[in-house]
């Protein structure tokens, strides 16, 4: 039991390590009277509370999507995100590059393979299929740990944009499938979703294009999801 429970520790700090894609205080001062003496602070009547709205609810996905279309191999070109990882980490980011495949049971088998330390990784992940069609499931160790992804854009065949929202927080991916540059326009686009939730270019992440990972020996693989 300490050897699998030693194993599992250690997978899990791997995880942290390896993927880290996406986690106010009101002072009430008290009014004085006149004089200087404090007077007892009024009752007051508590607004109503303004309904929580998940990024990705308020981003629908594209319309008559088909997310079977979907599969195959995608190039992470950019990301959009708030993830204090990649904010003090953003200019070292390594090749990524994603393959779906499935889907088996209403599950699509995702693997992400990426670079740290020198050493290549495969992460091994699966996207559940919703109700609403373009949105999946990555599911966490708790609901509250899910993260939802939308299909926001794509035309299959070059480009995808898609959204990642775990705890009210969000992270858009701009994927390619190539290693080419996509377009101006296209690269502007992807700029302006970013800035309608309050990432501009101080929160955009380009990563690189070239010298992405081949195979993955079994011992560099894991079963986790990200951290943001």
Known sequence: ???????????????????????????????EAVGGAKSRPKPQRRPPKTP?????????????IDIHQMTGTWYLLNA?????????????V???????????????????????????WEILQQYHLTSTTGKLTLKGTRPELNTDIVVGETDYTSYAVLYYQKQGKITVKLYSRTVDDLSEPMLTKFEQLAEKHGMGLAYLFPFPTYSHCGDVDQDHKLNCVPTC
């Open 1 to 31: 039991m300490a050897v699998i429970a030693g194993s599992r520790i250690t997978e899990g700090c791997r995880c942290m390590m390896v993927l880290v894609v996406l986690v106010c205080l009101c002072l009430l001062v008290p009014s």
């Open 94 to 120: 390594e090749p990524t590059v994603m393959t779906i495949t499935g889907p088996s049971d209403q599950v699509f088998s995702v693997s992400t393979k990426t670079r740290h330390n020198h050493q290549c």
């Open 80 to 92: 959009a995100s708030k993830c204090p990882h990649l904010i003090k980490h953003g200019t070292k």
């Open 52 to 64: 929580k709205v998940n990024p990705t609810d308020a981003t629908p996905p594209a319309q008559n």
